[in-house]
């Protein structure tokens, strides 16, 4: 997934530079792409001895508008 991740972030940089970039907005839930970037992490944690676990607060609407690809980039790029 990591080298796929990469190459899709070339392609992105590659259509911005370009002008070229546009973004797919929908609706998302927050919630839901954390807990799968959560999930995505804690079997390596695990096998570190690590505890990861993520919580959202509830002020977090349930539903946003945006690139949920984006969203999970992001909260990637952070752990």
Request: net charge neutral; charged share 30%; no cysteine.
């Amino acid at each position: 997934m990591a080298l796929l991740s990469i190459i899709k972030d070339i392609l992105d940089f590659s259509k911005l530079e370009a002008d070229k970039f546009e973004l797919d907005v929908k609706a998302f839930s927050p919630r839901e792409v954390l807990t799968k970037t959560t999930k995505l992490f804690r079997p390596r944690a695990n096998e570190k001895g690590l505890e990861f676990r993520s919580e959202i607060q509830d002020a977090i609407p349930d539903m946003v508008s945006g690139h949920s690809g984006r969203f999970q980039q992001i909260l990637v790029n952070l752990v």
